[in-house]
């Protein structure tokens, strides 16, 4: 039975190769593991920067998020955004995110300093974005844009 919990640093190594394998998976991208590494240990570090969460088959971990947040003065509240999405190819299509996601909605809906959640997704993951348009999110509204060192 798949479980979700708040991650730990034990299992840092396991979400620093989930991250390197979805970026390669969905953007082509060969990530330095040791800043991927570094990267990871500094949210369990500093749980201002995110928490992580994995979803659980008995003692194997076989998915990974990463929650982040930012405030929203529009609505004096916490918005919080997910990011950095995995799930291990045989366990996909088997509902691991939707609970993962149903998880942290519950920490939404219970919690009224957070007003919602975010996420975005490569244009071209087509899989991803029909994933999040079934369990009820939408694309509809926002357009992210960015520029990156």
Same mark, same amino acid.
């Given at each position: 039975?798949i479980?979700?919990?708040?991650?730990?640093?034990?299992?840092?190594?396991?979400?620093?190769?989930?991250?390197?394998?979805?970026?390669?998976?969905?953007?082509?991208?060969?990530?330095?593991?040791?800043?991927?590494?570094?990267?990871?240990?500094?949210?369990?570090?500093?749980?201002?920067?995110?928490?992580?969460?994995?979803?659980?088959?008995?003692?194997? @971990?076989?998915?990974?998020?990463?929650?982040?947040?930012?405030?929203?003065?529009?609505?004096?509240?916490?918005?919080?955004?997910?990011?950095?999405?995995f799930?291990?190819?045989?366990?996909?299509?088997?509902?691991?995110?939707?609970?993962?996601?149903?998880? @942290?909605?519950? @920490?939404?809906?219970?919690?009224?300093?957070?007003?919602?959640?975010?996420?975005?997704?490569?244009?071209t993951?087509?899989?991803?974005?029909?994933?999040?348009?079934?369990?009820?999110?939408?694309?509809?509204?926002?357009?992210?844009f960015e520029?990156?060192?």
């Amino acid at each position: 039975m798949i479980e979700t919990r708040l991650a730990n640093k034990f299992d840092a190594s396991k979400i620093v190769e989930f991250q390197i394998n979805m970026a390669k998976e969905t953007e082509g991208l060969e990530l330095n593991k040791e800043t991927v590494n570094d990267g990871v240990i500094s949210v369990f570090r500093d749980p201002q920067k995110g928490k992580y969460y994995v979803a659980v088959d008995g003692d194997e @971990i076989v998915a990974s998020l990463l929650i982040t947040h930012e405030w929203s003065d529009w609505r004096n509240s916490w918005v919080y955004w997910i990011q950095s999405v995995f799930v291990i190819a045989k366990y996909r299509g088997q509902g691991v995110f939707k609970k993962m996601y149903n998880h @942290i909605l519950a @920490i939404v809906v219970d919690n009224d300093e957070i007003s919602g959640l975010r996420l975005y997704v490569d244009n071209t993951n087509v899989d991803a974005r029909k994933v999040y348009t079934k369990i009820g999110m939408n694309g509809d509204h926002y357009q992210v844009f960015e520029w990156m060192k």
